[in-house]
């Protein structure tokens, strides 16, 4: 049911927040505690994360959250700048031979909260471009520790070993080559460390800052310095370290006594990458994953804590999308508008925060694009308009078992619409029995392929730009 119950309304402290937004990657919806479908039993790791479950306390559970799509390079394409990520020109995953990224033109949050005197650090996972026109440091981020693209992106993935070993960067500067699973394992400490200190340093000298920790985990191949019991635990081990990271953050906010003015965001880019099956999340019952635009793939966990703003212990199933974070900063600081010429998709999300029982989506319409712009899916309140076309799916196997994957194969999506009310994964399609909404949501269909595009059908989109570009740059082969 679209709503949400508050619990508990803080007096709204005047100030001018900090930001701290904890982005996960691949983790799904049913990884964090209080996000299931009635009648699906929640992994057992999920009882072992006292850290989540704190944030649920002391702020809000978004339980219709969406990412903007359901990759990597994309997904933060659309949380850093506001914007839907083909309308930037960020489509799927940037590899290491990639010669695009983010243009030099858009506007990234960090870069919006830096002209208001903000103080700014990205750890972790960029996936924006790997080159130096492309690197944190030149679009908004004071500070970078992190890796350039996701960890499975070095020699021992994709048969490919002319790839280069994967870096890890102190600003634009290779520090470390990460080359074994125990180093993978290490990152989390690291990039959590890298954050506190980042809080502190800042907060004792009195400025406001944005702290970006982007952790590359759950993201396989999985690693964690906590030890399973067994092999096959070891996916609780990632998410249990991950919440350890988030109590590592939240006391660090505490300790320099800026709780109270601090807006904490915690979520992930998309849904788990069911292919490695006990290397994978959970769903939480919804259907399909990472790389589809079905449920799963899409609707992420997402917690936010804003003492006086978003009332503690609050579960809100109204929705709204990544998309929204810019905007709802831009006006929290009271940021100058983007430039005419690069509109941002975005809207302001505090009406959705305050968990009000008047609070509506931020979107008549939110838009599901995958692949080179297609657009597969439209969300209107709580209908649901899947779009036909090839989804990849597992099409009832089990994923595979310790690190191994199982194939995925490519197969038609008819037409459907769901109630997503009552069926939240996507199992009825009730089009026949609702032509008005069916008529009603074609026509937001028709209004984004104008807008954004559809390569799908062949159209160009009249409000999309350029990616950022340069000259064809050799790889570092690993050694």
Known sequence: MVGCVAVEKAPAPAETPNLVV????????????????PGFTAPSYTAEMPNLARLGREGARFRHYYSAQPVCSASRAAILTGCYPNRIGINGALFPDATVGIAAAERTIAEMLQEKGYATLIAGKWHLGHLPEFNPTRHGFDEFV????????????????????????????????????????????????????????????????????????PHAPIASSFTPATRRALYGSVMREIDW???????????????????VVFTSDNGPWLAFGSDAGSTGGLREGKGTTFEGGVREPCFVRWPGHVPAGATSDVPWMSIDLFATMAAIVHAAPPAADRPIDGRDARAVWSCASSAKPTHEAFYFYYHTNHLEGVRMGKWKLSLPRNSRTLDGKPGGD?????????????????????DPAETTDVSAANPEVLAEMLAHVEAAREELGDALTKREGSGRRAVGRVLAAPIEKSK
């Open 22 to 37: 904890i982005y996960c990657d691949d983790m799904g919806w049913g990884d964090a505690p209080g996000f299931v479908l």
């Open 146 to 217: 992190g890796i350039p693209y996701s960890n499975d992106m070095w020699p021992l993935r994709f048969g490919r070993k002319d790839f280069p070993e994967l870096p890890l960067y102190n600003g634009e500067r290779v520090v470390k080559k990460i080359r074994t699973l125990e180093d993978q394992a290490a990152l989390t400490a690291t990039l959590t460390r890298t954050t506190t200190a980042f809080i502190a340093a800042q907060a004792n000298a009195k400025k406001q800052f944005f702290a970006y920790l982007a952790h590359p985990q």
């Open 245 to 263: 990271s988030v109590g590592e953050v939240l006391k660090a906010i505490d300790a320099a006594g800026v709780a109270d003015n601090t807006i």
């Open 402 to 422: 310790e690190g191994k994957e199982t194939a995925y194969v490519e197969k038609p999506v008819p037409r459907a619409l769901y109630d997503l009310a009552n």
